[in-house]
């Protein structure tokens, strides 16, 4: 981040921002996926998982909802 706020040139500091959101992208359909797949499995809580991934169990439920919404609108579900 601090990298990309050092760049003075703006058209070059939004080409850096917008590969750096795009990864952010990737990288919260992991987490979905992630959390999904560990809550999965048998026993497995909201807070369980939350403590395993270092979240409080009210993220965990967010980002589970939120993945598990995004799937179903793209069909996944």
């Known amino acids: 981040m601090a ?3 050092r760049i003075k040139d703006p058209a070059e500091r939004a080409r850096a ?3 750096i959101l795009r990864e952010s ?4 359909e992991l987490r979905g996926e992630d959390v999904v797949q ?3 499995r048998p026993h497995a809580t909201l807070r369980s998982v939350g403590d395993e991934v270092g979240l409080h ?8 909802d939120a993945h598990l919404r ?3 609108a ?4």
């Open 38 to 40: 560990l809550l999965a």
């Open 25 to 28: 992208k990737r990288l919260t």
């Open 17 to 19: 921002a917008t590969r």
């Open 3 to 5: 990298e990309v706020e």
């Open 57 to 64: 169990w009210t993220t965990v439920q967010s980002i589970r």
């Open 74 to 77: 793209q069909g996944d579900a």
């Open 70 to 72: 995004k799937s179903a």
